[in-house]
């Protein structure tokens, strides 16, 4: 829950409650994040957030020091907020910015856990920044911090933005805490043709404005590019990196890296990497829900694919991360019609089974909040198409070729398969007589012969 300035006044915490601050928050998945940190930890204690406008910070700040025991603070606040505070840490005073805030013996302590997170992120993708050309998108709070990290580590940094001025006063900022270092200031049209590195520290791009982008193309020579918006999971600067050559990164694994920093300084707890590892696949899987409901406006998960793909497996998988129950529809049919589906297919024949499907998709379907496998051949039928995407956001998963073979390499219940001489010549045949069918009844297509990687693609691409 988002709480507003008002309903924060009249708030009383049951147990130990830390906050987030920040203007506006409706992107924000810190309360599930901090809930899985304190849950890993094994703390007693509730994370809220706050709508705070910039010309109440200074209430909201002594309402959080009665109530709350620790805070972090975003956009826009992470720079006014300095001021405010009793005691700022030396590394957040020389960044010029505090995202995360300790109330301690009566005092409120400012402090950054930003650049901890960035640094994660970028020691968990093997970047070197050392001698590379790297160009940074935007000089406020958090792109300071990214940019004071940058030059530490020996980049060769270029600024760009909206505003040159406010890039040269970065710069400026910068050098004097380096006065040696190799600091630009460009042109979004004017950036580096041998750019390797580009990091977008703006909120352009950032849900429920998706299409905006800081940038519109990338350099041919690069080969990173970190963006700190995590919602969209795939932002608009990402998208523009070629899937080959180019190496991406949103901003959720530095929220999450911060964010167990943060619960360090309140708490002192630490987290090893698996846990962070766990935990950004678990929070992942809510914001896609999150952003199931609020962009795509549906209520389910639809998966097809032709047999073999693994629907059923990705399915239960997808149902553990994300709360939603499981259902698959070829089971589902058996179980209502107390006969399995090759039974039907031989006493019957295939049109009385789609007829079958149809009528049983139709009360799946009006399910909310399930993850639901199709048979392979739900889709082909239009009618199941319209029947599914009313509630449903249908995604296929295009397993490669080599992959289904192996997966039906043991099944002996493919009604469409058993009766073929050559089952490998009539899987190709059926494999490419549906494969444009599913691209194009799809929302969206993820291809990953591995599991984990599948899932990784399916989750961001909602």
Not at 112 to 129: H, P, Q, R, S
Not at 241 to 249: C, L, P
């Amino acid at each position: 829950m988002i709480y507003s300035l008002e309903q924060f006044r009249q708030f009383t915490p049951k147990r130990s409650t830390y906050g987030l601050f920040g203007w506006p928050l409706g992107h924000t998945m810190s309360p599930e994040l901090h809930a899985q940190l304190f849950d890993a930890a094994h703390i007693e204690a509730d994370y809220i957030a706050i709508a705070v406008p910039p010309e109440d910070l200074e209430e909201a700040l002594k309402l959080a020091q009665e109530k709350l025991q620790g805070i972090n603070v975003t956009i826009p606040h992470k720079k006014s907020v300095i001021p405010l505070l009793d005691e700022v840490e030396p590394n957040a005073a020389g960044l010029h910015s505090v995202n995360t805030i300790h109330f301690k013996n009566g005092r409120s302590i400012g402090y950054n856990t930003d650049i901890f997170g960035f640094a994660a992120t970028l020691e968990k993708d093997n970047v070197e920044l050392r001698g590379r050309k790297t160009v940074l998108l935007g000089y406020g709070g958090a792109a300071a911090v990214m940019a004071y990290h940058c030059v530490a580590s020996g980049a060769h940094l270029f600024i760009t933005g909206r505003s040159l001025d406010k890039a040269r006063a970065l710069r400026t900022q910068l050098l004097c805490t380096f006065p040696h270092a190799k600091i630009g200031v460009c042109t979004r049209r004017h950036i580096p043709k041998d750019t390797q590195i580009i990091i977008n520290g703006t909120p352009l791009g950032m849900f429920p404005h998706e299409e905006k982008t800081p940038l519109y193309f990338l350099p041919h020579k690069t080969e990173y590019v970190f963006d700190a918006i995590y919602n969209p999971p795939l932002t608009s600067v990402m998208c523009l990196a070629h899937s080959r050559k180019t190496r991406v990164r949103n901003g959720l694994y530095m929220l999450i890296m911060q964010a167990a920093a943060a619960q360090t300084i309140w708490n002192g707890t630490q987290f090893d990497p698996s846990t962070c590892d766990s935990i950004h696949r678990r929070v992942l899987a809510k914001m896609a829900v999150k952003r199931l409901h609020e962009k795509h406006h549906k209520r389910n998960l639809v998966l097809c694919g032709f047999m073999g793909s693994g629907k059923t497996t990705v399915g239960r998988r997808l149902s553990r991360l994300t709360g939603f129950k499981h259902i698959d529809a070829d089971i589902y049919l058996e179980e209502k019609e107390n006969r399995k589906i090759s039974d039907i297919f031989a006493s019957d024949g295939e049109q009385a089974f789609r007829d079958l499907e149809t009528k049983y998709l139709r009360e799946i379907c009006k399910t909310d909040g399930a993850v639901i496998s199709l048979g392979g051949g739900a889709i082909l039928r239009p009618e199941n198409v319209e029947i599914i995407k009313e509630n449903g956001f249908l995604i296929h998963l295009d397993t490669p070729f080599f992959r289904i073979i192996k997966n039906l390499s043991n099944s002996t219940s493919r009604p469409l398969l058993d009766k073929s001489g050559n089952k490998l010549a009539e899987t190709r045949r059926l494999y490419n007589s549906r494969k444009n069918i599913y691209r194009h009844a799809a929302d969206k297509s993820v291809r990953s012969p591995k599991l984990s990687e599948l899932i990784d693609s399916l989750l961001q691409c909602i």
